[in-house]
């Protein structure tokens, strides 16, 4: 049997409202589109009170996108005709297992809800429970936005404040560098400095005065080792190699030629600067003109000499004398007994004429 439609017109008319309201609830996503919770709570609310004839309607949820519980509720300001009696609700989940929500819609209608109320709350909350979670997300997503760039903001800050120290120490840096170098180059002495490779990377201006050139002019001869004695070179290579590879502080004598060509003896001194874990990060040293010290030192060295010569020569002519009169004593008493005998015998015979008997003659 086919159902027969008392009011087919009033039953268009319905359908067609329904599925206006359908088209209506469907159409809210696209309106929630980069908004908050609250105002997505709010216009929900506003819309299911209006289109259904609803006393009240109110949105609990657990979690918004703020990161706080929320509870919104509307309730009509006039009642319609033919309501009264007991307030009729309805609830409906946010989400799966309420896991963002509920939906409560309430009304004193005694038919409420109906099907159709039933379907487009139901549609309506799972509209709202979509546009929640996508707030939520956004608001989320915003959240670890703004706390990026707070964290970039304050990094930003810190590494500015960084760099504005590190500017601050290297201009101080360079002020107490040009201080020591100022000090440096008005000490009379030659100061060295080095790399912890043994690369020379600075002298004093006494020495580059001494040596009559600028630095820039001794690096394209070589450095260093070209005004070094080419006898005293070997040498002093070898002794730096095993300076740098024992890392203690050494003395050593070398010979260095002066701005007018003549050489000068030098004693150069170098000594290892550390860091707290003990590695070398520096070399210094000096150089200290020994010649006239070197001079005395030969001279002194002569003096010595020669007094020994003397002084062997002195004991040589004592031992001679010695020896002399050694050899004379016995020669004299030779000498001396030879005379005596020889006085003896003159003697005797002189006696021995006086004893001797006359002869007469006839």
Not at 8 to 17: A, N, Y
Not at 171 to 191: A, L, Q
Request: proline fraction near 3%; glycine fraction near 8%.
């Amino acid at each position: 049997m086919q159902a027969t439609v008392k009011n087919p017109t009033g039953e268009i008319k319905r359908l067609q409202s329904c599925i206006n309201d359908l088209i209506s609830v469907l159409a809210l996503p696209a309106i929630w589109s980069g908004s908050e919770a609250s105002d997505i709570v709010g216009t929900l609310l506003d819309v299911l009170l209006t289109m259904l004839r609803l006393d009240f309607a109110s949105v609990r949820m657990s979690d918004s996108s703020d990161g706080a519980s929320l509870e919104v509720t509307r309730s009509a300001h006039e009642q319609h005709e033919g309501d009264g009696g007991d307030v009729s609700t309805a609830s409906f989940s946010l989400g799966i297992q309420h896991d963002v929500g509920v939906l409560v819609a309430g009304s004193r209608r005694p038919d409420f809800p109906t099907d159709v109320e039933r379907l487009l709350l139901r549609v309506a909350a799972n509209q709202a429970a979509i546009g929640l979670q996508e707030a939520r997300r956004s608001g989320e997503q915003k959240r670890v936005a703004a706390e990026l760039e707070r964290q970039v903001a304050e990094r930003t800050r810190q590494l500015t404040a960084a760099n504005e120290e590190l500017e601050r120490a290297l201009g101080d840096i360079k002020k107490s560098e040009d201080h020591f170098r100022s000090v440096i180059n008005t000490i009379p002495g030659m100061v060295w400095s080095g790399l912890p490779d043994g690369t020379f990377d600075f002298i004093n201006q006494p020495w580059l005065t001494y040596l009559g050139c600028s630095w820039e002019e001794l690096s394209a001869r070589g450095g260093l080792r070209t005004v070094v004695h080419p006898d005293d070179v070997e040498a002093a290579d070898a002794r730096w190699l095993a300076t740098r590879a024992s890392g203690r502080h050494t003395d050593h004598e070398l010979r260095m030629r002066r701005a007018d060509g003549q050489y000068r003896w030098f004693l150069t001194r170098a000594l290892p600067l550390r860091d707290e874990r003990g590695d070398i990060v520096r070399w210094y040293g000096t150089a200290t003109d020994i010649e006239d010290r070197k001079l005395a030192e030969e001279s002194r060295q002569q003096a010595q000499s020669d007094l020994a010569h003397v002084s062997r020569v002195t004991t040589m002519g004592e031992l001679t004398a010695s020896l002399a009169h050694e050899v004379n004593q016995p020669i004299a008493a030779s000498l001396m007994n030879a005379g005596s005998c020889c006085a003896g015998s003159a003697q005797t015979r002189q006696i021995s004429r006086k004893r001797a008997p006359l002869r007469c003659e006839s």
